[in-house]
C-alpha cells in the first residue's frame, strides 16, 4: 500500500447530529471541507436505510462505509466495489416472525403495517422520502401499544430468535443483536487499523459507540438535555445541537489533531 493510513477516522450520527430537522448540514460545510481536504474517511452511523443513505452520502465527501439501520447492516469498501451486510433474520423473515407471535405478545404495529400514509402522518416526511425510510433490509421500527411489562414481555419473545428491541425517538426498532458500535468495530479495522476513531451522537443509540471510540463529541439536544458516558476522558461536548455544533466541534479535533506532514 502507498497510500498513506488516515490519521483520523470519523463515524457519525445523523439525525440531531450532522443533519438539522430539515435533513440539512448547515453549519457542518466547513468541517466537512476539511475532512476532504485532510482526505479523513466519514462513516454514517444512523438508525435509517441505506436507501435513506444513497442521496446523502453523495452529497458528502468521502464516505467510504455506512452503517445503517442502527448497526442492522453495513457497507464497507470491497474489492469490487462496496459491499453491504445485513445480520440477523432478514427482512421478510423478521416480518413473518413479528405477525407469528400475534398482537397479544407483540402489540407492535411496524412500518410495514403501517403503511406509507400512516408513517408519512407520523414522520411527516414528504411522500419520496417515506419510500426511502420504508426500504427496510434488516430491521423494522414501530410503534409499540403496551406499558412497560407488554415490552418486558415483548422483548422476552424476541430474545430467543436474536433480536432486540430499542427506542430510537418515537420508534421502537426491532432489530438483530447489533449496534452501531459493532459496525464501527468492523469498519474500523478495515479501514485504518490501529488509527484513532472519533464519534459523534446525541443519542441512546449512540451511547456504546460513544464509549468505545478513541474520542468521542457529544451531541447537545434541542432540549438543553444530552447523553451522560461513564467514561470522561476524551470527550467533549459540541457547542450547539445539529450541524450548527457538529461543524466547529469536528474543527476542534482536527486542530488538536493537525494532519501528519507529506514525507
Ligand atoms: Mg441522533
Redesign the pocket.
Same mark, same amino acid.
Given at each position: 500500500m502507498t497510500a498513506a493510513a488516515p490519521p483520523l477516522l470519523v463515524f457519525t /450520527?445523523? /439525525?440531531?447530529?450532522l443533519l438539522d430537522d430539515a435533513y440539512r448540514f448547515a453549519g457542518a460545510e466547513a468541517a466537512l471541507a476539511r475532512l476532504a481536504e485532510q482526505r479523513i474517511p466519514l462513516i454514517l452511523a444512523t438508525s435509517k436505510t441505506r436507501a435513506e443513505l444513497t442521496a446523502l452520502s453523495a452529497q458528502l465527501p468521502g464516505v467510504p462505509g455506512l452503517i445503517f439501520e442502527n448497526g442492522a447492516g453495513i457497507t464497507c469498501p470491497g474489492p469490487d466495489g462496496p459491499e453491504t451486510t445485513l445480520f440477523g433474520l432478514g427482512y421478510r423473515a423478521l416480518l413473518a416472525l413479528l405477525e407469528g407471535l400475534g398482537p397479544a405478545a407483540a402489540p407492535f404495529e411496524g412500518f410495514a403495517t403501517l403503511g406509507a400514509e400512516r408513517v408519512q402522518a407520523l414522520t411527516g416526511l414528504a411522500p419520496s422520502a417515506v419510500t426511502l425510510a420504508m426500504a427496510r433490509e434488516a430491521s423494522e421500527p414501530g410503534l409499540f401499544h403496551g406499558d412497560a411489562e407488554a415490552l418486558a414481555r415483548f422483548r422476552a419473545a424476541l430474545a430467543p430468535h436474536g433480536l432486540r428491541a430499542i427506542h430510537g425517538g418515537r420508534f421502537l426498532h426491532v432489530m438483530p443483536k447489533r449496534d452501531k458500535v459493532d459496525g464501527l468495530r468492523t469498519l474500523a479495522a478495515q479501514l485504518a487499523p490501529g488509527a484513532p476513531t472519533l464519534a459523534l $451522537? &446525541? $443519542?441512546e443509540n &449512540?451511547r456504546a459507540m460513544l464509549e468505545a471510540a478513541t474520542f468521542a463529541v457529544v451531541m447537545p439536544r434541542k432540549d438543553g438535555t444530552r447523553l451522560a458516558l461513564e467514561r470522561t476522558e476524551g470527550v467533549t461536548i459540541a457547542p450547539a445541537p445539529g450541524p450548527k455544533g457538529w461543524g466547529p466541534a469536528v474543527l476542534a479535533q482536527l486542530s488538536a489533531r493537525p494532519p501528519r506532514s507529506p514525507d
Amino acid at each position: 500500500m502507498t497510500a498513506a493510513a488516515p490519521p483520523l477516522l470519523v463515524f457519525t /450520527d445523523l /439525525d440531531g447530529t450532522l443533519l438539522d430537522d430539515a435533513y440539512r448540514f448547515a453549519g457542518a460545510e466547513a468541517a466537512l471541507a476539511r475532512l476532504a481536504e485532510q482526505r479523513i474517511p466519514l462513516i454514517l452511523a444512523t438508525s435509517k436505510t441505506r436507501a435513506e443513505l444513497t442521496a446523502l452520502s453523495a452529497q458528502l465527501p468521502g464516505v467510504p462505509g455506512l452503517i445503517f439501520e442502527n448497526g442492522a447492516g453495513i457497507t464497507c469498501p470491497g474489492p469490487d466495489g462496496p459491499e453491504t451486510t445485513l445480520f440477523g433474520l432478514g427482512y421478510r423473515a423478521l416480518l413473518a416472525l413479528l405477525e407469528g407471535l400475534g398482537p397479544a405478545a407483540a402489540p407492535f404495529e411496524g412500518f410495514a403495517t403501517l403503511g406509507a400514509e400512516r408513517v408519512q402522518a407520523l414522520t411527516g416526511l414528504a411522500p419520496s422520502a417515506v419510500t426511502l425510510a420504508m426500504a427496510r433490509e434488516a430491521s423494522e421500527p414501530g410503534l409499540f401499544h403496551g406499558d412497560a411489562e407488554a415490552l418486558a414481555r415483548f422483548r422476552a419473545a424476541l430474545a430467543p430468535h436474536g433480536l432486540r428491541a430499542i427506542h430510537g425517538g418515537r420508534f421502537l426498532h426491532v432489530m438483530p443483536k447489533r449496534d452501531k458500535v459493532d459496525g464501527l468495530r468492523t469498519l474500523a479495522a478495515q479501514l485504518a487499523p490501529g488509527a484513532p476513531t472519533l464519534a459523534l $451522537g &446525541d $443519542g441512546e443509540n &449512540d451511547r456504546a459507540m460513544l464509549e468505545a471510540a478513541t474520542f468521542a463529541v457529544v451531541m447537545p439536544r434541542k432540549d438543553g438535555t444530552r447523553l451522560a458516558l461513564e467514561r470522561t476522558e476524551g470527550v467533549t461536548i459540541a457547542p450547539a445541537p445539529g450541524p450548527k455544533g457538529w461543524g466547529p466541534a469536528v474543527l476542534a479535533q482536527l486542530s488538536a489533531r493537525p494532519p501528519r506532514s507529506p514525507d
